[in-house]
């Protein structure tokens, strides 16, 4: 892992598969959109609206991961010291961030006929509103200081303090009874989710991670450069 | 005497020789609350119903005022440096912080609280268990602000931060707190969910200064 921490490897390599990865992240977008949408059966309760479930889960899950990443991120930034950890877990806050709105947003036009209702205060939403709310905090706590490292440093910790939201999340479904349903993907006795709607599902997560992966580069790359310059323009200003 | 026990005399020496301090965070308190019988007008069923909640959250907004007396004035003027050289481990330091700020902060407040409910028309049967929700919560306020006052440590708008920050974190000690209380005053058993409030509790003692102590650690390089 310390090899790739130095950021010229790193983007050799990332700059080589952040194509790919593009290409991937359409074609699953496609083919996952092309069954959700159109290959795959309606559910015998809720109809067509199970569709926007494709769209939905995977965001939650990105999401999560995000926040996963995020962390992990920030703790290696802590004990390591790598300048790339801490570009890494900025990197990652906007993404989840917007993984976050678009699960929340779904999921409230997918309950408005299913549940009835735009939203309700029960664990799963509350616990990924939460989510939502820390990505904001940490994005504002690392743009407050002058040191950027500083930034990075206090972002990290609190990174770390939120992640136990995300098994609170995970399992909210679970220890609570809520209206939101539970897990029926990754569960102990197998996924009981019925196997015409597991492929576009996971298709669809293939799609949304690709991605995830994509925007990770793209804002890794312009965040590195941001950094560049800012040490140029102290030397400059230094001299 | 402990260093320990130092810190928390020194903070409290220092809160009652500024008490201005803490006067003004227990008044906006009491303004706040006081502004929704005017805003809504004399309207006693309603009043009692949104009780819990009005007192509630504003306990949390006057918390979060108090907590740039936390590090702020300590970094300012290198009193932090002094209390990180006394050789106290920094969690422990962060937990000394906590009590001091919890004996001047939400242990007044659990004194005014039930004092103001009546003002709020709130049922009869609740009071116990506002009371008790204070007890359980207030201190998980100290603790998760000690952690949000050590992060915020030289950030700008350190104030405004803070609040972003800690609020989402004591959300589910909002949700706990005011459905206890709401549960006792419908005649429902409130036990579980002072049982939350307490796990709660149970949980940020050992784990919250670990993490404001690391954060200070972060402040100080």
């Known amino acids: 892992m310390h090899r790739f921490a130095n950021p010229t490897r790193f983007f050799r390599i990332a700059n080589a598969v952040l194509p790919v990865l593009a290409v991937v992240s359409a074609g699953l977008f496609a083919s996952g959109l092309y069954y959700a949408l159109f290959d795959s059966p309606a559910d015998y309760q809720q109809g067509d609206t199970v569709r926007i479930m494709y769209v939905h889960v995977p965001a939650a899950w990105a999401a999560m991961a995000c926040y996963a990443t995020m962390a992990l991120a920030g703790a290696s930034f802590l004990i390591w010291k790598h300048v790339l950890a801490d570009l890494a877990a900025r990197a990652a806050a906007p993404i989840g961030a917007g993984f976050t709105l678009i699960s929340l947003v779904t999921g409230s036009l997918w309950g408005q006929p299913m549940w009835g209702t735009w939203w309700v205060w029960d664990a799963r939403l509350t616990s990924v509103l939460i989510l939502f709310f820390l990505y904001l905090g940490y994005i504002a706590l690392v743009n407050a200081f002058d040191d950027p490292d500083r930034g990075g440093r206090a972002g990290a910790v609190l990174a770390l303090v939120g992640a136990v939201n995300v098994p609170i999340i995970k399992f909210s479904v679970d220890w609570w009874n809520t209206l939101h349903q539970p897990a029926s993907v990754l569960r102990m006795n197998g996924p009981s989710i019925a196997p015409e709607m597991l492929l576009p599902l996971l298709l669809m997560a293939g799609a949304y991670f690709s991605l995830f992966g994509v925007m990770m580069i793209l804002r890794l790359r312009s965040l590195y450069a941001g950094r560049r310059l800012r040490q140029l323009r102290l030397a400059a200003a230094s001299e | ?221």
């Open chain 2, 1 to 221: 005497m402990s260093p320990f026990l130092a810190v928390i005399a020194r903070d409290l020496r220092l809160a009652r020789r500024q008490g201005t301090d803490i006067a003004m965070t227990l008044a906006f308190f009491v303004v706040v609350v006081a502004l929704f019988p005017l805003g809504l007008g004399p309207t006693p069923d309603l009043l009692a119903r949104i009780a819990p909640a009005v007192l509630w959250i504003t306990a949390l907004l006057a918390a979060m005022l108090s907590f740039d007396r936390l590090f702020q004035q300590d970094s300012e003027d290198g009193g932090l440096d002094q209390l990180v050289l006394s050789g106290l481990p920094l969690a422990l330091l962060a937990l000394a912080k906590a009590c001091a700020h919890w004996l001047t902060t939400g242990l007044p407040m659990l004194v005014l609280a039930p004092v103001l409910a009546i003002s709020l028309n709130l049922a009869p049967d609740s009071y116990a268990t506002l009371v008790a929700t204070l007890a359980l919560g207030t201190p998980v306020v100290s603790l998760f602000g000690v952690v949000g006052a050590a992060l915020v440590v030289g950030a700008r708008r350190a104030g405004v931060l803070v609040a972003l920050i800690v609020l989402p974190l004591l959300i589910p000690v909002l949700i706990f707190a005011v459905s206890a209380i709401e549960a006792a005053g419908a005649g429902l058993p409130v036990r579980v969910h002072l049982l939350f409030l307490g796990a709660i509790l149970a949980g940020a003692i050992p784990l919250a200064p670990f993490a404001a102590g690391a954060a200070l650690r972060q402040a100080l390089d």
